[in-house]
Structures are given as C-alpha cells and as structure tokens.
C-alpha cells in the first residue's frame, strides 16, 4: 500500500539502529518498520484491529529519529497519531490519560488541577512520596510546583524598562518578542521562565507573555485528542499572531516544534487563517538560538569559579528544530563553563511525555544508562532544554547524585548576573 504520508517501506532497517524502543527492547514489534508495516496491513484489512494493536503502535517515544533517517521519506510520528486516533477510538485509553487529554484542553482546568497537585504536595508525607511513584519515578523526585504560575508572577517583572542594561550588548534584528512558555514552565520550572524574561530583557527586548496562551496540545495530538486540539491551535495563533511580534521565544521544544511544525498543518485542517499560522511559525525560535543569534560574547561575564557540565540534547530540539546545536554552541561561548559531551548525549532519554508513566520499564532501562553515562563526566550540572527530559532524568537522581538538571536559559542567566554583580 502506498503510504499517504511518503513511499513504501522498503524494509532496510535503517530505523533500527535510531530507535530507543528498539535498541532497549530488540524485538522486532518494537522497531519502526513493524509498526509501518502492520499500519499498511491495518488499513488493507489484512489485520483486525485489537488491544495489542494499540500497544504495539503505542509503545513509541514519537522522538522522530526514524523519519529522520528514513530513505523513503515517511513520515511515520503522522502514522503512529492517526493510528493511535483508531486504536482509541476502538479500544478507549487509560482513564489518567483520558483525563490528561480532558485537562489540557482548557487552560482553566489545567490550572485548576496545578493547584490540587500543589496542594497535594505539601500534604502528603514524605514516606509516602519516597515509596508511591509514578512510573518509576518517586514523588518526591518530582518538581515542586511553583508557588505561582510563572505568567502570574511575571507580570512585574514585565513592568521593568526593556533595554536598560542592553548598550552596546547585542545586534538585535527584534525589538518586540512574544514568549510562549508552554504548561511545564507555566506550572513546573519558573527557575527557566525568570531566566529567559532576565536574558531578553538584558538584550534589550519588549517582551510579550500573552495571558490567553495555553497547552500547545501536542500530549492531546499524540493520544487521540486531535479534535479537541481545535481550541488550543486557535487561542494561541491568535494570542501569538499579533501585530508587531517580531519573534516567538520558546524554551521547550516541544513546544517549539508544534508551533513550527504542526500549527500550519493544523491550521489548514480546521479551516483556521492560514496565513496567521504560518507567520508565527516562521517567527517560532528556541531561547539558545535566540541568544547565539544575538549576544555578543561581553554579554555573558565569566563565572569565577569554573563550572563543569554535560548536556542531553532533546529529541524534539534534534529532530523537529532548526539549529539543534545551538545549545552546545551556547554552553562552549560561556566563558568558565567546561563543557564535557557524555557518550550518549544526543540519544533519546526515554521519557516521551507520557511514556515514562505508560512503559516504565522500557523508560527506566533508557534513562538509567543516560545518568550513569552523565555520572561518569564528573560534571556538576546537566543541562537541556526539554521539561519532559528534565522530570524523566532529574527522577532517577537521588539526593546523593552530585549532579542537578537545569535548562541551559538558566546557566546562561547565572552569567548575566555574574556581569551585573561586575558593574554593581
């Protein structure tokens, strides 16, 4: 059968040597061209639909590294969701991630349930949090929630005078930049969201941090939820599409890459203004890129102690973003920052938004050779740029791990203040 979305797989197996599920698994069943192959057999009715179907679409991390390097140009993350879509549609979804899908489609309900997970954290006893986890993942090694949402808490710092420290600072092509902040930034990591507002404002920025955005909806796209997306692509091309934005700073690449990616596809599938969608995507740049583009080096002071760091580069960043380096080129510009590359540090972590919680053991296996390789650079933080991997690895570190996970907007701000400390 001919694929809609490229060629015939050819069987060549070159997707096997990128594929986390296979290369942890070495089943077949677990390889990008299985699923391909039992998709066409689905769709000629060669094959019913059944339960362990569903599984074997399911159990895919959607990284995107097999039609990276795919001869015949398929487009399988396409094929998995519109599969998924039918394999829900027949068989439902697990009730936590049903109402996951349900939660993520209005920014009210998410908020809603941010504050019950915040509750819940300050009452639950720490016994409890050590020995209940999700995945295998312990509560407690999961983020505290921030105290308040970071677009909240924001909004004073929106009050300050964009440009103030910027003269002579950068060769800046934006003046007036919207930030997207996506859910986990929102809820999760205001370390990240401060840290990105204090970089763009110290490059001379107007920043814009739309109080109508809400999820990107890709966690929805990915089990099943394509039409309940409508609103989500809707409210944020219109919060984002506004006259006079000449950038859309992102630090998730998740997020990143359904703006650029996605959005104009989806767009035209619900018959939303086309034109709109494609300007934001055209604007839609990662904060790593955003600062290599336009920071000269006297931006960043240098720290007086050296720090030493290893970083894991993000599936969506490598396989879905432009310049996928632009992290690691940011980490060697930052003088007294010794950058260590650990041997596995552009392969997948295992946490795939939810698949951690789905298929924990196929993820654990994935994540802990991930720590022990990052371990073994003696590096003090590990930086990247995805939340997800940020929760997935930052949950296999116990508190005796010498090692901190943080997003590289964060480090790159610790060097700011290091500059300002300098003038003050």
């Known amino acids: 059968m001919a694929d809609s979305y490229g060629q015939n797989c050819n069987r060549c197996g070159f997707c096997l040597s990128v594929c986390p599920t296979y290369q942890a698994q070495g089943a077949e069943d677990a390889s990008p061209r299985a699923r ?100 295998n993942i312990a509560l407690k090694q999961f983020p505290v929630l921030n105290k308040v949402p970071f677009r909240s808490a924001a909004r004073t710092e929106l009050e300050r005078t964009p440009g103030q420290n910027s003269k002579g600072a950068s060769d800046l092509k934006y003046g007036r930049v919207a930030y997207f902040t996506g859910c986990a930034t929102n809820y999760l990591f205001d370390d990240t969201g401060f840290a990105v507002l204090d970089i763009l404002h110290h490059l001379g920025l107007e920043v814009i941090i739309p109080d109508t955005q809400t999820c990107c909806g890709i966690p929805m796209l990915y089990h099943g939820g394509r039409e309940k997306i409508k609103n989500n692509v809707t409210t944020n091309l219109a919060c984002l599409g506004a006259q006079g934005i000449d950038a859309v700073i992102v630090d998730c690449p998740t997020c990143g890459a359904a703006l650029k990616n996605d959005y104009p596809g989806l767009a035209k599938e619900f018959g939303l203004d086309q034109d709109r969608a494609n300007r934001v995507a055209e604007k839609v740049v990662d904060i790593s890129t955003f600062i290599m583009n336009h920071a000269r080096p006297e931006v960043f002071a240098q720290n007086h102690e050296a720090v030493r760091v290893t970083y894991h580069q993000p599936c969506h960043l490598r396989n879905h973003m432009p310049t996928p380096g632009s992290a690691q080129a940011l980490l060697n510009a930052l003088k007294g920052v010794e950058y260590i590359p650990a041997l596995d540090m552009d392969s997948c972590c295992g946490g795939g938004g939810t698949f951690f919680y789905e298929y924990p053991e196929v993820s654990k296996g994935i994540a802990e050779n991930k720590v022990a390789n990052a371990k073994a650079t003696g590096a003090d933080l590990w930086v990247t740029d995805c939340p997800v991997c940020r929760i997935n690895l930052g949950g296999y570190l116990d508190d005796t791990a010498d090692l901190t996970v943080v997003h590289p907007a964060r480090l790159a701000a610790q ?10």
């Open 36 to 135: 391909i192959q039992l998709i066409d057999f689905f769709s000629d009715n060669k094959i019913e639909s059944s339960e362990k179907l569903k599984d074997i679409i399911s159990k895919c991390l959607m990284c995107g590294s097999c039609a990276n390097i795919c001869p015949s140009g398929i487009n399988h993350p396409e094929r998995y969701i519109r599969m998924r879509e039918k394999m829900i549609r027949d068989h439902g979804d697990r009730p936590e991630i049903k109402s996951l899908v349900y939660l993520l489609a209005k920014e009210s309900r998410i908020r809603m349930a941010a504050g019950a997970a915040k509750m819940a954290q300050k009452i639950v006893p720490d016994l409890f949090a050590l020995k209940y986890k999700l995945g």
């Open 415 to 424: 060097f700011l203040s290091a500059l300002k400390g300098q003038k003050g």
